[in-house]
C-alpha cells in the first residue's frame, strides 16, 4: 500500500490548475444563535421540538456555534490549503418571516463572513436554500404553496444585490429532493410532512423558484455564477432479472430524471407523468421553459449507490460484504465515476454546465486520543473518492471543482450529533475544535497539488 504522501502526489498530479477544491457546511448545521439578533424560526427549528424525530433528541440550538466563532473558523478554513468554502444562508436570520423586513443583524453576520472569505483569499459558493425555509411561510403552505416561490425570488434578489459581485457562486437549493420526499412525502426531514401529492408539488416549485431566481439575478446583473446542488446516486440492479431491472430504472427516474429532467430537457420523465396522474403537480403555462433556464455550474452531492431489487426490499451492502460508513451507507467510488459519465451521456447535447462535487464525505466513529483524531477510513474515502473524480476527468467530463462534507463535525439533521462527517473534530462539550488526521491528508494534496502546477 502506498504511503499518504506517494498517493497524494500522485493524486494530486491527476487535477488541473483550473480545478477549485473546498469544504462545505450550512447554516443550520453549524451556526447555532438560534434566537438570537432576530432571527426567525426556521422548519427545522420547530421539527426538532417535535418527540422522538431527532435520534439523539437534539436540536441545532447551539450546534458548532459558528456565529460567535466566524474568525477562528475562517482561520481553520484557510489554513486547510483549500481555494473555496461553500456555505449557507440562513433565510431566516435575514428575514425572520420570508418575507416583509430584512433583519440587517442577520446580514451583518454574513457580510462578515464574506468579507471575511475575501480577505483570506478564498472564493465563496453561497447556498440559498440549505433546507431552513421560514416557519411562517411553512404556515401559509410551505413549498407546496406557489407564493413561496414568488418570496423565494425576492429573497434571492437581496442576497444577490448585497453579495453577488463579491461571491464567486450562488447555488439556489441544495438537493431539492430531500426537500420534497423526506421533508414533504417520508416526513422524517422537517418539516414532517407525508404526503405524495404535497411531496410532488413541492419539488416542482422548488424547480420554478430556480429557473425563476436565475432569470432574476441575471436581469439584475448579477456576476456570481448560478446553479443547483442535486443529490444524486448511481442505481444500478441487484441481478440481470427483469424486476431488478425495472426497479433501477424507477429509481434512477425518481431520483435522477426527475429533477435533472426538467432542468436540461424541460420535461417530467413520460413514465412518471403517466404514474403520478391526478397526483401530478400543477403546472402553469412556462414553468417548463422556466426550470429549464441555461446554468453555469452544476452541483452534484454524492454519497452512495442504489442497489435496486425488484420486490422492494432494500439490498443490505454490509450483508454482502461490502464496506460501509457509519451511516450504513455502502462505500462505492466507482459509483461517482459512473454517474458522472451517465450525466455527461444524458445531458451534455442539452446544455449540461461544468460539473462541481459539491458534497462528498463519510461519517465514521472517529476515537479521540490525546488530542488526535486518526481517521484512516475517511482518510481512504477521500483518496478513493477523489481518484473516482479524477477518472470521471479522464474519461471527458466536464469538471470544476470537489468540495468535502464537511468541514466540521455538526448537527446531521435526523441523526442529531451521533454521526461525524468532519474533517474537523467538534468536542460538543466544549466546542474545540481539533483538525482530524484527514484534514492534514487534504492539506498535503493540496501541497503537492500547487507544487505540480507551480513548480
Known sequence: MKTPHTSTLALAARFPDTFLWGVATSSFQIEGAAREDGKGESIWDRFCQQPGVIADGSNGDVACDHVHRLEADLDLIASLGVGCYRFSISWPRVQPLGHGAWNEAGFAFYERLVEGLRARGLKAFLTLNHWDLPQALQDRGGWAARETVEHFVRYAREVARRFGSRVDAITTHNEPWVVAVLGNEQGIFAPGIKDRRTMLQVAHHLLVSHGATLRALRQDGCPAKLGIVLNLAHIVPASPLPADEAAADHGDATGRRWYADPLFKGEYPPELVAEYGADMPHIEPGDMDLIATPMDYLGVNYYMRIVARGDGQPW????????????GWEIYPRGLTELLRLLHRDYRD??????????????????????????DDRIAYLNTHISAVADALDAGVPLGGYMVWSLMDNFEWASGYAKRFGIVHVDYATLTRTPKASAHWLTDLLRHWKETHHA
Do not use: C, K
Open 316 to 327: 443490505d451492502p454490509a450483508a454482502h460484504g461490502r464496506p460501509v460508513s457509519d451511516m
Open 350 to 375: 442539452h446544455g449540461l454546465p461544468p460539473i462541481y462535487i459539491t458534497e462528498n464525505g463519510g461519517a465514521f466513529p472517529d476515537a479521540t486520543t490525546d488530542g488526535h483524531v486518526q481517521d
